[in-house]
């Protein structure tokens, strides 16, 4: 017990030190609404829905003072119970208890853990469910709470299924009784309902709202991560993500893995029949992870597998190293060491997203609409929520001709448009390998008049690299129309990316002049340019005053997903990349279509200086 307690202490001061300083990753605001007003159909939280979780942040939000530190309360006591109870769990499926501390501190000291462990999401408190199910599953006298807490681990986390119910099947199976195997079914069923119940309530009322909730989950899953996400993955790459990129580096993980393997062996030679639901378990996530889940989202989605494999790891290095504590305590240190960069920034300076959300506040008008991209969008409805939060093309078809209203983009990853400021967190191997890759960089775009337009058809969502070039595709042909304004210049930076499937596209712009009185069409102007592959070009065309459509039509065109040899899933078909537009006024004048009433010079509203220097801003 005294190397147990003296691990937990440790491993607090770990937590502590991890803590982040404020808000990060997507799911987290969406929980942060979901303890104020449960409602899964609008992603408060995100489905499938988090009954047991959201009733727990409903109570501790009543005594704490916000809505972060709730769920940083919930987790660091679901990590520290979670530590504890695996360690008792596993000594109990192994007969070894040095086995069974060491597979727990391999656990929370792995790298995967350190990152996720102190966030404010559904893992840490699942985890702690699950592992108090595990300790009284080895237990095998505690059919009921075996059956409760398992129930309970899947109504906290309810992906947690996937892992959850083949681990209780087989126990159940297991069972000498026919006594004790009813006593578990009738726990785990009722348990189920309990948290069933406020579930359907919130997704409808009826059984049908809840099937009908499930079913639009699971065809998002079928279509978004099991397919458009796995765009350029092969299977070695998903096996790499989603079990060896939770350990860290080759150096670390290999070893690890290897030591795991004989663990197993280990096992088997023993007969250990104890941990044959825990081993189907494991076998039968990493089936269904490799074969459908986001690999973006691996290293979190991985976690149960992680502990799985730490287990077998725990029983291996206590049965083939000599100095099994000695080397357990170097694979904790490389650990810590491996993801210190990402932990101190985390918990020393405030997210990229909140450094933007910070200037903004700071800087821009209050009145300025924010257009968000959709990576951000659970952080644009929480901290802009007086802002009147949308989607990018949403937002500028309601005010791309409206001068007087100030717009930004929220952009998660790089720009260099003019007047863009970048915040950023360093870079580092633990952070491509252990997150999503997201919200590293994030952007405030500002959107001055000169820049906008409203998209008709064709031209898709704003996209960026995180350290590289921001674009749109276009479909071939794709339309977009100007705000209504005098003769001026459009100058459209077009090109063809450096991986294409054709060495160069020639691509027809046609100006279709709609005056600002009139929503028909009257005669066009045709310009031409001849694109080559990594080559952008510049077109400046000279508009007529109205609110001109351009219509932008290239000669090739593709879907990804058909390339020959392509490793992408996308479906959409595309043509060519605008990298820019912006409008002057034209050198010579145009003259306006009959009808058009030229609209009075706007002024733009004036921006109050920067109240205080925004940190790490590029």
Request: net charge positive.
């Amino acid at each position: 017990m005294r190397p147990l307690l003296i691990s937990a202490a440790l491993l607090l001061l770990v937590q502590l030190f991890a803590m982040p300083a404020t808000p990060w990753e997507f799911d987290e605001m969406l929980f942060f609404r979901g303890i104020h007003s449960f409602d899964p159909v609008a992603h408060h939280p995100p489905p499938p829905g988090y009954p047991v979780f959201m009733l727990v942040g409903h109570l501790v939000r009543l005594i704490v003072p916000s809505d972060m530190a709730a769920m940083l309360v919930i987790s660091v006591a679901g990590t520290m119970i979670a530590f504890v109870m695996f360690a008792l769990a596993f000594r109990n499926l192994t007969g070894n208890a040095t086995a069974g501390l060491a597979g727990a501190i391999l656990f929370y000291f792995s790298p995967a853990m350190l990152v996720h462990s102190t966030l404010p999401i559904a893992e840490n408190g699942a985890l702690a469910l699950l592992a108090t199910a595990l300790y009284f599953g080895s237990r095998r006298d505690s059919p009921a709470a075996f059956a409760v807490f398992a129930a309970l681990s899947i109504g906290w986390r309810i992906q947690f299924a996937i892992f959850v119910v083949p681990l209780f099947l087989v126990a159940v199976l297991m069972m000498k009784r026919w006594r004790d195997r009813a006593i578990a079914l009738g726990a785990f069923t009722i348990v189920c309902l309990l948290w069933l119940v406020p579930l359907t309530m919130a997704v409808g009322g009826s059984v049908d709202d809840l099937v009908r909730f499930q079913r639009k989950q699971a065809d998002y899953l079928v279509a978004h991560d099991a397919d458009q996400s796995r765009t350029g993955w092969t299977l070695p790459r998903l096996a790499l993500r989603f079990i060896a990129h939770p350990w860290g580096t080759k150096v670390m993980s290999f070893p690890l893995l290897l030591v795991a393997a004989a663990g197993f062996v280990e096992l088997a030679r023993r007969r250990q029949k104890a941990a044959v639901p825990l081993a189907v378990a494991a076998l039968a996530y990493i089936a269904f992870a490799l074969w459908v889940m986001d690999p973006a989202d691996g290293v979190r989605y991985a976690i149960p597998f992680v502990m799985s494999t730490a287990f077998l790891a725990g029983v291996g290095a206590v049965r083939w190293i000599p100095r099994p504590y000695v080397a357990i305590a170097i694979a904790a240190i490389g650990g810590i060491v491996y993801t210190s960069s990402l932990l101190s920034q985390r918990s020393s300076s405030p997210s990229p997203p909140v450094q933007a959300v910070e200037y903004v506040n700071a800087t821009i008008p209050k009145n300025a609409v924010a257009l968000y991209e959709l990576p951000l969008w659970p952080h644009a409805t929480y901290f802009f929520a007086d802002r009147n939060p949308q989607r990018v093309d949403l937002g500028l078809a309601v005010y791309y001709d409206k001068p007087e209203v100030p717009l930004f983009i929220y952009a998660d990853g790089l720009s260099t448009q003019p007047g863009a400021r970048v915040f950023r967190w360093k870079p580092s191997d633990a952070y491509s390998k252990l997150t999503r890759n997201h919200y590293r960089v994030v952007s405030i775009i500002p959107l001055p008049p000169e820049r906008r337009f409203r998209v008709l058809s064709g031209i898709h969502a704003p996209e960026r690299e995180i350290e590289g070039e921001e674009w749109r595709w276009i479909a071939s042909p794709g339309e977009l129309q100007l705000p209504a304004g005098p003769a001026r210049r459009v100058t459209l930076r077009i090109g063809l990316p450096s991986i294409y499937p054709f060495e160069a596209n020639d691509v027809q712009v046609t100006v279709l002049d709609v005056p600002a009185t009139e929503p028909r069409r009257l005669e066009s102007r045709r310009h031409f340019v001849h694109l080559v592959r990594a080559r952008p070009a510049s077109l400046a065309i000279d508009v007529p005053a109205g609110a001109p459509i351009i219509r932008i039509e290239a000669a090739k065109s593709f879907v990804p997903a058909e390339v020959a040899g392509s490793l992408s899933f996308d479906p959409r078909r595309l043509s060519v990349k605008l990298y820019s537009l912006e409008t002057t006024r034209a050198a010579a004048a145009v003259a306006p279509p009959a009808g058009f009433r030229r609209p009075a010079p706007q002024t733009a509203p004036q921006q109050r200086p920067p109240a205080r220097r925004p940190r790490a801003a590029a």
